[in-house]
């Protein structure tokens, strides 16, 4: 009896010491050649939050700048072939940004589009709140305004911006959008974008009726090369609505469109 506890007991040794290897052998080659480092020698003690920032070399006070194009894209239009983007611009830390924004649309050598030049105040781990001036330009009157609203990350991962709009004339406007991001691979990134847009007030010169006006429904799917760099391909259906809707019509356009869009996605 005690031969065969023996070899019951030899023989769960060996099949430990054989799932140790293959376990073992399933590591990465990062993994195999991680050398830890050697554990503390000695407890460190007590220090201010500034020590501890100073002994970590962190600093978020620190100034630093961003130029990113999320859309650069040509579209399928109806009026012909169009140039549209999406950019941003900003210089700050991790609590105050100066933000320029700037999206539009060129057709046919006309130029129809926006600039809003914001402040950015983070208000919390998630959102930040913005506030500045901003230009809309295009084939009628131009229009400025006063801007302020909110900006963050919603539960689910949904990035969220809402912003209200006060011009001359008593005039009043609010855009809200949100898109979200799900990486089929690592590489590999679908990207569903929604976007309104009301109006307080008519402004026929523009082809805007007040009330809820527009909204456009993107998708897209954008190879990541580099983060910084990807191209992408995708659908972009729009609508008009109420009074905006009559006057699109009157003007011989569609109340509805659906585009095909290929672009390309860039930071620096």
Known sequence: MSALIKLHVALALFAAVVTTAVAQDERTESERAHIPPDPPQHEMGDMSDKEMAELMNMDDSASFSMVAFDQLEWRDNDEGNALFWDGRAWFGNDYDKALLKTEGERVNGDYEGSVELLWDRVLSRWWSLQGGVAHDFGEGPSRTWAAFGVQGLAPYWFEVEALAYVGEQGRTAANFSA????????????????????????????????????????????YEIRREFAPYLG??????????????????DDADELQFVAGLRVWF
Do not use: C
């Open 235 to 252: 659908v972009v259906w729009s609508r008009k609505f109420g009074e905006t809707a009559d006057l699109a019509r009157n003007h011989g």
């Open 179 to 222: 898109e979200y991001e799900m990486f089929l691979t690592q590489r590999l990134v679908l990207q569903p974008k929604l976007e309104l847009k009301l109006y307080g007030k008519d402004d026929p010169a523009n082809g805007i009726g007040s009330g809820f006006s527009t909204a456009e429904l993107g998708l897209r799917v954008r």
